[in-house]
Nanobody, 121 residues
Framework: QVQLVESGGGLVQAGDSLRLSCAAS????????MGWFRQAPGKEREFVAIISRMGSSTRYADSVKGRFTISRDNAKNTVYLQMNSLKPEDTAVYYC??????????????WGQGTQVSVSS
């Protein structure tokens, strides 16, 4: 299995930017799609962004379109989430996940431990 470790979270003010990183280790020879998800207190985990194995295709939740950008550097086995114009409603624990199959949400079955993003008004 692939081990995933998120980093880059923190406490920022509304309008600020953050870049999250997700480093993959372990069995990384096979290609995989990567995604970012988030979970706020008392809410279900929700999809944020997904990037294909080679980085040529991306998908975003409507709530983050135009503000967040997902990218990857396969040479470093790392996926990024650039978050601009952050809003208080972006406050959540952000998780990265990997899929060896398709880009369907149900296929993302390898998860990191999460990194906290807090956005104040």
């Amino acid at each position: 299995q692939v081990q995933l470790v998120e980093s880059g979270g923190g406490l920022v003010q509304a309008g600020d930017s953050l870049r999250l990183s997700c480093a993959a280790s372990g069995r990384t020879r096979s290609s995989y799609a990567m995604g970012w998800f988030r979970q706020a207190p008392g809410k279900e985990r929700e999809f944020v962004a997904i990037i294909s194995r080679m980085g040529s295709s991306t998908r975003y939740a409507d709530s983050v379109k135009g503000r967040f950008t997902i990218s990857r550097d396969n040479a470093k086995n790392t996926v990024y989430l650039q978050m601009n114009s952050l809003k208080p409603e972006d406050t959540a624990v952000y998780y990265c996940a990997a899929s060896l199959l398709t880009m369907m949400v149900s296929d993302f079955n390898s998860w990191g431990q999460g990194t906290q993003v807090s956005v104040s008004s």
